[in-house]
T-cell receptor, first 110, second 116 residues
């Protein structure tokens, strides 16, 4: 079992929709959680990070962590075509830096 | 501009022909790492380096070598490439690493390698 599991999608939504992207993790030692966004033909870039449980909001994006159920979510409000990308959840593990989910491919249709 | 630069972006080679993918960062980062990205498997770590002359295996190190002789450079070497190493490769760097660290990883734009 992978330590971070993510539904690969693809997910297709109309412009303006609320998008929910989700991950589950199995390692209780994970403390930080991150969301990376990867556009086609580009490397991933950090979108948001959050520590422990609760919500963190940044503009149209909200990251949510539920440690009791080991569930990580990213919500995108008023989604735009420019949000079309692959979204990867991740968490630091030991000295290796990050363990990644497999990514969810999102397309926002105009 | 702060960046991680990988070269080449695309590479097609034949089985057994040694190749090197270069990686350079201009942010004075201590930590550097190589990942491969495959459909359905996501990003898997090949090797990482905590600092100059300090390297260690990641999750999928077989068939790869690395070196860290200078802080800014972290080349990935395939001594005898095989078709199962056909993949998209990413180099990444950050100030620090480790559990509890929120130092973000900065990625290059990838090298698409095809081994026939």
């Amino acid at each position: 079992q992978k330590e971070v599991e993510q539904d690969p999608g693809p997910l297709s939504v109309p412009e303006g929709a609320i998008v929910s992207l989700n991950c589950t993790y199995s390692n209780s030692a994970f403390q930080y959680f991150m969301w990376y966004r990867q556009y086609s033909r580009k490397g991933p870039e950090l979108l948001m990070y959050t520590y422990s449980s609760g919500n963190k909001e940044d503009g149209r994006f909200t990251a949510q962590v539920d440690k009791s159920s080991k569930y990580i979510s990213l919500f995108i409000r008023d989604s735009q075509p420019s949000d079309s990308a692959t979204y990867l959840c991740a968490s630091p593990m030991g000295a290796r830096q990050l363990t990644f989910g497999s990514g969810t491919q999102l397309t926002v249709l105009p | 501009e702060a960046q991680v630069t990988q070269n080449p972006r695309y590479l097609i080679t034949v089985t057994g022909k040694k190749l090197t993918v270069t990686c350079s960062q201009n942010m004075n980062h201590e930590y550097m790492s190589w990942y491969r990205q495959d459909p359905g498997l996501g990003l898997r770590q090949i090797y990482y380096s905590m600092n100059v002359e300090v390297t260690d295996k990641g999750d999928v190190p077989e068939g790869y070598k690395v070196s860290r002789k200078e802080k800014r450079n972290f080349p990935l070497i395939l001594e005898s490439p095989s078709p199962n190493q056909t993949s998209l490769y990413f180099c990444a760097s950050s100030f620090t690493s480790g559990q509890g660290s929120n130092s973000p990883l900065h990625f290059g734009n990838g090298t698409r390698l095809t081994v026939t």
